[in-house]
């Protein structure tokens, strides 16, 4: 297998096999985010792609998942994504599902059949990742998505009968917009009514514009309390009909897991339980945290 530069993928994917069929995200935009910055996005040719698939079906009988990187690779067009999935489908006769990162463009640029095509071949979870329900939130990072764009995007993938997860990050509209960016983001939530929702912590990834505007002072990051207090204000905003919630990356100081509605107030009990003592112990360490 070639792997060009840093690998990321959901931890959901961690006994995956990572097949590499986009280089670096095709956005690549986003201010807070460090991940793909020293990639151009390029498409990797395909013969390369079979090559990697030809070389893991030594492995075959152990592989039931696969997870395309990088960033965004449900940007490929259908004329590219759909020999790449059946390829995967003839090497691993064990294949119980596919994953995938996509964007709001990535999605909207495919209809729900063809969605529903990819799903036929193996696409079981689309990764997308959502940051905040506030506008402002997500023009002032520079994600590139409208609400009701991705809002859309959400329900072509629901429509096409795949798993949506998605990510959503605790911080990112500073001190100064902490309330309102959780709030709204709960509330997106609801509206969107995904199968997973992340929630991750602002983590300052050096070089990027979100770190140079904490150096200059224009941005300010929620302390520890408040990552917490939004952490239970976006949880009281949700209504959804059946989520599995969880704020247990190693970026949170608290981990949560929870499926919502049905342990909402235990939850929304247990955050305040930590906030009311306010004692760093039951926190995770600051040297312990990570993207
Ligand atoms: S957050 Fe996602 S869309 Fe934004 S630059 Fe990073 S990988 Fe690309």
């Known amino acids: 297998m070639r792997y060009e530069g840093a690998i990321y993928r959901p931890p959901s994917e961690a006994d995956s096999l990572i097949l590499q069929v986009t280089i670096g995200c095709s956005h690549n935009k986003c201010t807070f985010c460090g991940s793909f910055k020293d990639k151009k996005f390029r498409v990797r040719k395909f013969g390369e792609i079979k090559e990697d ?23 490929l067009s259908q004329k590219r994504l759909l020999p790449i999935l059946q390829a995967i489908k003839d090497a691993f006769p064990k294949l119980e599902r596919i994953g995938i990162y996509g964007n709001t463009k990535s999605i909207l640029n495919k209809s729900v059949e063809e969605l529903k095509v990819l799903k036929d071949l193996g696409v079981g979870i689309i990764y997308l990742g959502v940051e905040s329900g506030d506008q ?37 509209g500073g001190v100064e917009r902490s309330a309102i960016h959780a709030e709204e983001t709960g509330k997106f939530l609801s509206r969107i009514d995904p199968d997973y929702a992340g929630a991750l912590s602002v983590i300052l990834v050096p070089g990027t514009p979100l770190a140079e505007a904490v150096k200059k002072g224009t941005f300010q990051v929620p302390t520890p309390y408040q990552l917490l207090e939004e952490l239970a204000i976006m949880i009281r905003n949700t209504n959804v009909t059946h989520t599995f919630f969880a704020s247990n990356h190693a970026s949170n100081y608290l981990p949560v897991k929870a499926w919502l509605p049905e342990e909402k107030e235990k939850t929304l009990k247990a955050i305040q339980y930590v906030l009311d003592r306010k004692d760093p112990a039951l926190l995770r360490p600051e040297y312990m945290r990570a993207l």
């Open 53 to 75: 698939i030809e070389e893991a079906k030594a492995y075959a009988k152990y592989i039931r998942k696969v997870f395309l990187a990088d960033g965004d690779a449900l940007i």
């Open 136 to 172: 402002v939130v997500l023009d002032m990072v520079n994600k590139g998505t409208k609400l009701d764009d991705t809002a859309e995007a959400a329900k072509r993938v629901k429509d096409a009968g795949i798993i949506l997860s998605v990510t959503v990050l605790l911080g990112l």
